[in-house]
C-alpha cells in the first residue's frame, strides 16, 4: 500500500481543514487506517483510527469531539475533518496503514505510511 497525504495548510485558530490520504493498491478496503502527528521537537502521536468499514473509529483524547475521520473505500481514500482547530493542532500529519481488521494507536502497529502534510495553525 502506497499512502499520499494532502490537505495541509495555513489556517486561524478555531478554523477548519480536511485532510485526505489517497492509497493505492487492491487491499485498501482491508486494512486499517490511521492519522498520527508529529510537532518540532516532540515524538510522533496518534490522533485517530478507522477499521476497514468504517464502522470503528478511536481518536486521541487531545482531538476528540473536533476531528472526524472517515474512508471511502470506492476512491481508494481515507479524510480527517478538523474542526475547532489549536495552536496545539501545528504539526505534520501522517497518514499510515496497517494489515489486520483491528484497530490500533500506536506508531509501531503501523505497515505503511505516507509523506505527511503540514498543518500550521495560527492566531
Known amino acids: 500500500v502506497q499512502l499520499q497525504a494532502s490537505g495541509g495548510g495555513l489556517v486561524q485558530v478555531g478554523g477548519s481543514l480536511r485532510l485526505s490520504c489517497a492509497a493505492s493498491?487492491?487491499?485498501?478496503?482491508?486494512?486499517?487506517m490511521g492519522w498520527f502527528r508529529q510537532a518540532p521537537g516532540k515524538e510522533r502521536e496518534f490522533v485517530a483510527t478507522i477499521n476497514f468499514s468504517g464502522g470503528a473509529t478511536n481518536y486521541a483524547d487531545s482531538v476528540k469531539g473536533r476531528f472526524t475521520i472517515s474512508r471511502d473505500n470506492a476512491k481508494n481514500t481515507m479524510y480527517l475533518q478538523m474542526n475547532s482547530l489549536k495552536l496545539e493542532d501545528t504539526a505534520v500529519y501522517y497518514c499510515?496503514?496497517?494489515?489486520?481488521?483491528?484497530?490500533?494507536?500506536?506508531?509501531?502497529?503501523?505497515?505503511?505510511w505516507g509523506q505527511g502534510t503540514q498543518v500550521t495553525v495560527s492566531s
Open positions: 499510515a496503514a496497517r494489515r489486520t481488521t483491528w484497530i490500533a494507536v500506536s506508531v509501531e502497529q503501523y505497515d505503511y
Open positions: 493498491g487492491r487491499t485498501f478496503s482491508s486494512v486499517v
